[in-house]
């Protein structure tokens, strides 16, 4: 999420000033407002939007909720995530489908918004969810419109009605009008209509558009906006909203690097809620709006929700129990490593889904730099190896290495490094399957980890008492056999007994402790 990378950048350093202090004083929370009002105002955020934000979050800050809160910096942190909630829109807002079907959407907005990609988007976005989509070229103005909307609703897999060849050829309404009722005939419980935009706000654009709504009465508005726009957002939603209302908001190009205001802007002046937003060139790259979720990505806090949410979408249940059951047996060959990596594939953009963790905007340059097209020449190495060499790396001597490497275009180093990360992940997920913590490469043990694969070391026997007649008595008695004894009780974290195995009161732990403490540990 490019757009908001400054914006977020610029917060985190604000608040990062506020952590040492034990209590804020009215000049604290003044300077981390002034701080907040510049970030948002050079983000291209509205000027009102700023006002009344930086506003209520000096009144909240200077409340009982911080003065009186054990950790105040926090607090201010969750003061501004529930503020940002706020001007996002609040709560998600979901389309509303007509009873009686087809439900019509209608799509508006200033040429190059990206309403035709997005509308190709929408109409897989349904299809997933069951719903049989019908797309409409009603843009007859802009050259090749309609040729476009066809190439993008082929790929989305949805049929488009498209009986004029537009280019400036037909009446809009009229073709709208039709597809209403050709969809009814057809089956078709949902149509998207695709309309004109213009390169900037003018009367013929609003009095087509309001032509259309008028003749469809669609269930649905959808005012897709450029999120790099800045602050035009404002005026040309206002326009929008004046001359032919919209019941929604898409932000489009999401994934820009320009500074995104317009989303922090458009919900709160329009009062319309911001309902998806588009975050990349492909299909896929399309989301339901969530204003917490957003609100928890622009402050660096994470975006778990919807990183579960896609990999749920991708991953097949039955193949991931499958997969897991070969690890666990030891038989997990590099055709299970070729399909989780599809499979991850499928996910979207995987700095994309990197960025949605917790603190991931204090590894930007990581993510920059890293490659989607690394995993394309995993792929290219892997299917460049017979089926048995797949089930048995171990097979791949050099001759058969420098094969594979030509065979795929790539080097034998990298054939050689593929082999190597394949061996690290297969022993981490062994690891991880036996119920032990996998010792990752660059950092040290885990203390009290228990590391598959290492022999716990013999502790030498003998008495490490200071004094010379207790050590020589304690001596004798291991020489014998028998237990010395001991003059304090030994104690662990959990309550268990040191070396000897007892609890701290002299007696030894019962299964039922044992078992009770191997399920707090993640391992019964």
Do not use: C
């Not at 002034?34 to 000096?58: C, G, P, S």
């Not at 269930?219 to 404002?234: R, S």
């Not at 055709?335 to 590894?363: C, N, V, W, Y």
């Amino acid at each position: 999420m490019a757009t908001f990378g400054t914006l977020s950048d610029r917060l985190a350093e604000t608040f990062k000033n506020l952590r040492n202090k034990g209590k804020l004083s009215p000049a604290d929370v003044d300077g981390t407002v002034r701080e907040i009002r510049r970030a948002l105002l050079d983000a291209d955020v509205a000027f009102d939007v700023v006002k009344a934000f930086t506003n209520t979050v000096r009144d909240r800050a200077l409340g009982d909720e911080v003065s009186k809160a054990l950790n105040p910096a926090q607090q201010v942190v969750q003061i501004v995530n529930e503020e940002l909630v706020q001007i996002l829109g609040g709560q998600q807002r979901r389309l509303e489908f007509a009873k009686n079907p087809p439900t019509v959407i209608m799509l508006a907005g200033l040429q190059g918004a990206g309403k035709t990609t997005l509308a190709g988007k929408l109409a897989k976005w349904l299809a997933k969810d069951g719903h049989t989509p019908m797309l409409v070229a009603a843009d007859l103005q802009r050259p090749n419109a309609v040729t476009q909307l066809q190439v993008v609703g082929e790929q989305a897999g949805a049929h488009v009605f498209a009986p004029e060849p537009g280019n400036g050829v037909g009446d809009p309404v009229k073709v709208a009008k039709q597809a209403i009722k050709y969809a009814r005939d057809k089956q078709y419980d949902t149509v998207i209509v695709d309309t004109a935009g213009r390169l900037g706000v003018d009367a013929e654009l609003m009095k087509q558009a309001a032509n259309i709504r008028k003749a469809v009465d669609p269930d649905e508005v959808l005012f897709v906006i450029d999120a790099m726009i800045g602050q035009d957002a404002v005026a040309t939603a206002k326009a929008f909203q004046d001359g032919v209302d919209f019941t929604g908001v898409v932000l489009s190009k999401l994934d820009g690097d320009a500074r995104g205001g317009a989303a922090l802007s458009v919900a709160s002046v329009t009062g319309r809620p911001i309902m998806f937003a588009s975050t990349g060139e492909s299909l896929d790259d399309f989301e339901p709006f969530h204003p917490d979720r957003m609100a928890s990505r622009i402050l660096d806090l994470g975006d778990i929700l919807s990183l579960i949410e896609q990999a749920q979408q991708a991953f097949d249940e039955e193949e991931a129990m499958a997969v897991a059951q070969k690890i666990a047996t030891d038989s997990f060959t590099l055709d299970d490593f070729l399909t989780q990596m599809q499979q991850l594939r499928k996910m979207g953009s995987i700095k994309g889904m990197l960025g949605m963790l917790p603190g991931a905007k204090g590894m930007r340059e990581q993510l920059e730099n890293f490659d989607e097209r690394e995993i394309v020449r995993t792929e290219a190495i892997i299917q460049s190896m017979t089926q048995q060499e797949r089930a048995m790396p171990k097979l791949l001597n050099g001759s058969r290495r420098l094969r594979i490497a030509r065979g795929s275009g790539m080097t034998v180093t990298d054939v050689n490094q593929l082999v190597q990360r394949f061996e690290q992940a297969s022993k981490m997920m062994k690891t991880v399957a036996k119920g032990g913590v996998p010792q990752v490469p660059g950092m040290g043990p885990i203390p009290g980890a228990s590391y598959a694969g290492k022999k716990a070391q013999p502790k030498k026997k003998g008495s490490k008492a200071g004094n010379p007649a207790k050590r020589a008595a304690q001596n004798a008695a291991l020489a014998t056999g028998a237990k010395p004894a001991s003059s304090a009780p030994g104690g662990s974290g959990f309550g268990l007994g040191g070396g000897g195995g007892a609890t701290a009161g002299g007696t030894a732990p019962s299964p039922e402790e044992l078992a009770s403490l191997q399920k707090m540990l993640g391992r019964g």
